[in-house]
Nanobody, 127 residues
Framework: QVQLVESGGGLVQAGGSLRLSCAAS????????MGWFRQAPGKEREFVAA????????YYADSVKGRFTISRDNAKNTVYLQMSSLKPEDTAVYYC????????????????????WGQGTQVTVSS
């Protein structure tokens, strides 16, 4: 069992930056792929970014590519999402998730592939 706790959300002006953190419990964190998803009001949860167990493989949604960076520190059991050049359309609740059995050589981008979820952190970008 893995427990995930997100932090770092808040209110920021368009063009600003935020760094989200996701702290994981459990000794198996370093074997999991990790992902970030987001859900805006009235919309479905959507993939944002994912990273494999070592950090050597990352993948981003087209909407955030070049603006967001996912990283992880296995010694601290933490995954990060650095968000820059934020836009009002980035406003959403952001969730981190852990994938116990990631596909070989890549990371999953569908939420059904992920086994554990955090409670979410709100990010609001004002125009």
């Amino acid at each position: 069992q893995v427990q995930l706790v997100e932090s770092g959300g808040g209110l920021v002006q368009a063009g600003g930056s935020l760094r989200l953190s996701c702290a994981a419990s459990g000794r198996t964190f370093s074997s999991y792929a990790m992902g970030w998803f987001r859900q805006a009001p009235g919309k479905e949860r959507e993939f944002v970014a994912a990273i494999n167990w070592s950090g050597g493989i990352t993948y981003y949604a087209d909407s955030v590519k070049g603006r967001f960076t996912i990283s992880r520190d296995n010694a601290k059991n933490t995954v990060y999402l650095q968000m820059s050049s934020l836009k009002p359309e980035d406003t959403a609740v952001y969730y981190c998730a852990a994938d116990r059995n990631p596909p070989l050589g890549r990371v999953a981008t569908v939420h059904l592939a992920y086994d554990y979820w955090g409670q979410g952190t709100q990010v609001t970008v004002s125009s």
